[in-house]
């Protein structure tokens, strides 16, 4: 039995971060961590506490306690955490599977902060009013271990400056995540996702209602190529390239809000491929009217049909058992290094970073060439991922 004990609320425990005041984010943390019970201690807020937590059907059954927690929790370990200190689900996650010992041990980001505990339920009557001094030094107990969690998020929040700070250490985290695999140019989608993410966590907007934004943004833009019109072109190609930017803020508010769910990421890839046929159907459609005597009636039809050839390629090598496919074993000879290096290779080209390429073409008046380009590439590309996830490793 794991249980996740939250001291009692302060004043800054109500301070927002990143759309959630900072106790919500951590019983919400601690439940998404794999706690099998999560104890909060009610304080004096508990009335503004209980209807915080009663508003929001994920913490409905979240437990209130007045009492010692010694009498409410007496089996298994517990994980004592402050309810005025930024704290991640990984971080809450970490904490539970830490070793085991017979002593406290106090967890902390280090430089004098300790404040996460981990101890069996037994030894729960030696904080009894240490969990409620606020600002007391938990290092002090006696037959205590001290542990730091390198890399780890865990800052406190006591005003405004120190929450506006953790907001900024938990979007940095939120990049850290994707760090290894961006490119440079979704670095730069990410910046700017990020700045309007910040801004629209503090908004009732949930994550769906920011994709139905981006596609309908999306949608507009491929009206505008499908008219033919230079002007219209740059218009057109410049709302895709905020649209593609608007696509990353719905996964980040999501994430940041506790809102992922299997139905926003499929809701997501659906609108994202609409979006995309839109885009080159708009394209073709402007070209024809550009150039009425050339063949883009004819590429219109090989686009689509390349189109369902690269969409059928994807969903056989990365969809079909994406589990099996990321959890194989490191390749042993040098074809099989080269084969899934090409394979990462192909995961990054179904990113939107044509998106920028498309925007310089309709500046210069050559967004042609991107039209014959896709036309034929499509069927490279499905052709020769096929041919490279069959390039099977010789022993």
């Not at 695999?181 to 503090?202: E, K, M």
């Not at 689509?304 to 990321?326: D, S």
């Amino acid at each position: 039995m794991h249980t996740a004990l939250i001291f009692s609320p302060t004043a800054a425990s109500f301070r927002t971060v990143a759309g959630l005041p900072l106790i919500q984010r951590t019983v919400l943390s601690a439940v998404r961590g794999g706690f099998d019970r999560v104890v909060v201690m009610r304080g004096t807020a508990g009335p503004r506490l209980q209807q915080l937590l009663a508003c929001d059907p994920r913490t409905r059954d979240v437990e209130l306690i007045d009492e010692p927690p010694a009498r409410v929790v007496r089996e298994g370990r517990v994980a004592i955490i402050p309810s005025d200190y930024l704290v991640t689900t990984a971080t809450l996650r970490r904490l539970r599977d830490a070793p085991a010992s017979a002593r406290l041990t106090i967890f902390g980001a280090g430089g004098g902060n300790e404040r996460l505990i981990l101890c069996e339920a037994a030894n729960l009557a030696e904080l009894d009013g240490v969990l409620e001094a606020d600002g007391a030094d938990l290092r002090a107990l006696g037959r205590a271990e001290t542990a730091s969690f390198q890399d780890e998020l865990c800052v406190r929040v006591t005003d405004g400056d120190s929450a506006r700070l953790a907001e900024a250490r938990l979007l940095a985290q939120l990049r850290a995540a994707t760090a290894d695999t961006d490119g440079p140019i979704a670095r730069l989608d990410r910046s700017a996702s990020q700045w309007i993410s910040r801004r629209l966590v503090r908004t009732p907007l949930r994550p769906n209602h920011i994709t139905i934004i981006g596609t309908c943004i999306g949608l507009v833009g491929a009206w505008c190529l499908a008219q033919g019109a230079y002007a219209l072109d740059v218009l057109g190609t410049a709302l895709f390239l905020c649209a593609v930017i608007i696509d990353g803020c719905d996964g980040e508010v999501a994430r940041l809000k506790f809102q992922e769910t299997a139905f926003g990421h499929t809701f997501d890839v659906m609108t994202d491929n609409v979006v995309h046929v839109a885009i080159f159907l708009g394209l073709g459609l402007g070209q024809y009217r550009q150039h009425p005597d050339g063949h883009y009636a004819v590429l219109i039809g090989l686009l689509l049909g390349g189109f369902g050839c690269a969409a059928a390629a994807v969903y056989w090598v990365f969809l079909r058992e994406p589990e099996a496919l990321h959890s194989a074993p490191p390749p042993r000879t040098r074809r099989g290094r080269v084969r899934a290096l090409l394979l990462r290779g192909y995961e990054s080209v179904m990113n939107r970073d044509f998106a920028y390429l498309l925007f310089g073409l309709a500046v210069i008046g050559r967004l042609h060439w991107f039209f014959w380009g896709a036309a034929f590439g499509t069927y490279v590309f499905a052709a020769s991922l096929l041919c490279v996830y069959r390039w099977r490793e010789v022993a």
